[in-house]
């Protein structure tokens, strides 16, 4: 076997990919193999990036790259949406080192890595034509401060673990090794987090002691304090609970008790606190009042939430007060509807309509307002139905699919498929309800209504969980067509059907339960064929 000078080459679009670039080649170069692995595997990793190693000349790449590129063992192709050229630009480095690599000794070891864009857009250097099963792996989101966020930490982790096994030669055996020592180093990561965390508060708590007993430096110390005391809370409400129960136990005690330094520092202080830190301080305390069954409290902890935001909205205008009274009003709607209050829900539901619209107008070009108010709209449907007011129901879709559909019609450029693919979902909704009423014309309506959304996405292909709700809503139109004695329509439903359907079932990225629900949905389709 050959001897090669690195182990992996990796090639960028230095204009949007830099940055995982050299991300991705510190994490190789610092990785090291479990004590127990390091017998069986390769030592420390080589990797060649071009901008740690030379700068370019006229004839850099001949002298340099190419050199370096023949002799890895592996190409690691940056996917981003500048990485995307034609195939034939002369000054598309992307496309040589591919091209150059695959005629090597080497040329099956390619690895696509997904840096920016969705997961299913085009690859670099027509990737996918000349490797039809490419493995992509996600390092969407990588950063110098990816460890701050347990939930992108676990999935780089992984991710980048596809990386490191064929480059170590590790054979399949050892994976769940691989991966049972890494998700300790993320536990011994979070730890240290959480530690830290600890270290503030109690910097914190002594910071505010001397600024009490400093009256020169009082006020300035108190609002440093309060600052980071704030800082704090909204850092540790980020954290994953549920992982563990230290986990979530620490979590709560880090949030309480800065919520409570919050409290003692703003009385005497000229800094008010920060809307969003008094919002997450009152959410988390009714969230604890409502596990240990103290209701009436949990109920005052949620409406001074809703209060705070409220007023600090009317006496500034700001949004992020606008925000966080959206936050607020939508926690406490999805507590009543814990609680069985659905009357209660449905009220708070429809204060959320109103103050999302208003919010709206208030502050143009925030996404968030529009989306909140299709979410309301949308859990209002889901509650109307429950009961049976189907009607009500239906107008409630239509309504969230209406606030959805001015989302997407701001997306000036490339319309993004998880919104397409809700406001398609919210149609078909809207529809269920008709044909349950059954008004088979309104139903239609809503289902060729949706499908017609899902063309709206240019990208091939579209996700598989957008490509199940087409097949749903086909089969729907198939059965009302066949019902009412349009065969030609039905026929043409039912194959669409199956060719979305087809789609799900043989989509790399697409989801075992996904995948089964196809399969369901096939069998009916067929049922419904044979009469049955």
């Excluded at 040589?96 to 857009?121: C, L, M, S």
């Excluded at 270290?199 to 110390?221: K, P």
């Excluded at 959410?283 to 409220?310: N, P």
């Excluded at 979902?425 to 209504?449: C, I, N, P, T, V």
Aim: charged fraction near 30%.
């Amino acid at each position: 076997m050959p001897e090669f000078k690195y182990d992996a080459f990796i090639s960028y679009r230095r204009s949007d990919g830099t940055h995982v670039a050299r991300w991705l080649r510190r994490a190789l170069e610092r990785y090291r193999a479990p004590r127990s692995l390091r017998g069986k595997v390769r030592g420390k990793l080589r990797i060649y990036l071009d901008t740690v190693y030379e700068r370019g000349t006229s004839d850099f790449y001949e002298q340099n790259i190419k050199p370096a590129l023949l002799s890895a063992r592996y190409l690691l192709v940056i996917a981003t949406p500048h990485a995307v050229r034609s195939a034939h630009s002369s000054d598309d480095w992307i496309h040589r080192e591919v091209k150059d690599f695959t005629a090597g000794p080497n040329g099956q070891n390619v690895i696509a890595i997904r840096a920016g864009g969705e997961f299913d857009d085009p690859l670099p250097a027509d990737l996918r034509k000349r490797f039809p099963n490419i493995e992509i792996v996600d390092l969407r989101g990588a950063n110098r401060l990816w460890f701050l966020n347990p939930t992108r930490a676990a999935r780089l982790s992984s991710e980048k673990l596809k990386i490191i096994a064929p480059l170590l030669d590790l054979p399949d055996e050892q994976m769940p090794q691989l991966r049972q020592e890494e998700e300790k180093q993320q536990q011994v990561r979070f730890g240290s987090m959480i530690g830290a965390t600890l270290g503030v508060l109690i910097a914190v708590s002594a910071l505010s002691i001397f600024a009490l007993q400093s009256r020169n430096r009082a006020t300035r110390s108190l609002e440093d304090s309060m600052f980071s005391a704030g800082s704090m809370v909204l850092l540790s409400s980020q954290m994953i609970e549920g992982q563990n129960n230290e986990n979530t136990r620490v979590r709560r005690l880090l949030i309480n008790q800065g919520c409570d330094l919050i409290d003692k520092l703003s009385v005497g202080s000229a800094r008010e606190p920060q809307i969003s830190e008094l919002v997450v301080c009152r959410l988390e305390r009714a969230r604890s009042r409502e596990q240990l069954g103290e209701q009436s409290e949990a109920r005052k902890e949620y409406t001074e939430a809703i209060d705070l935001a409220l007023q600090r909205h009317v006496r500034t205008s700001r949004s992020d007060a606008g925000l966080r009274l959206i936050e607020a009003r939508k926690a406490f709607a999805a507590y009543l509807t814990r609680q069985n209050d659905n009357a209660g829900a449905e009220d708070e539901y429809r204060r959320l309509v109103e103050e999302s619209r208003q919010l709206g107008v208030a502050h143009v070009g925030r996404e968030e307002f529009p989306r909140a108010e299709a979410e309301a709209l949308a859990q209002f449907g889901d509650l109307q139905s429950g009961r049976g007011n189907r009607a009500m129901a239906a107008d409630s879709y239509q309504a969230a699919a209406d606030a959805v559909a001015r989302i997407v019609d701001s997306q000036r450029d490339e319309k993004e498929p998880m919104t397409v693919g809700w406001l398609a979902r919210l149609l078909r909704l809207a529809g269920e309800q008709h044909m349950k009423l059954d008004d088979a014309d309104a139903a239609l309506k809503k289902f060729y209504r949706s499908i017609e959304v899902c063309q709206l996405i240019k990208s091939s292909p579209v996700p598989p969980a957008m490509e199940q709700d087409k097949a749903v809503t086909q089969a729907l139109i198939f059965a009302i067509e066949k019902q009412r004695g349009n065969s030609a329509a039905a026929e043409n439903a039912r194959n669409e059907a199956i060719a979305s359907i087809l789609r799900v079932t043989t989509a790399s990225n697409a989801t075992g339960q996904l995948k089964q629900q196809a399969a369901e949905l096939k069998s009916w389709i067929e049922s419904q064929v044979a009469g049955n």
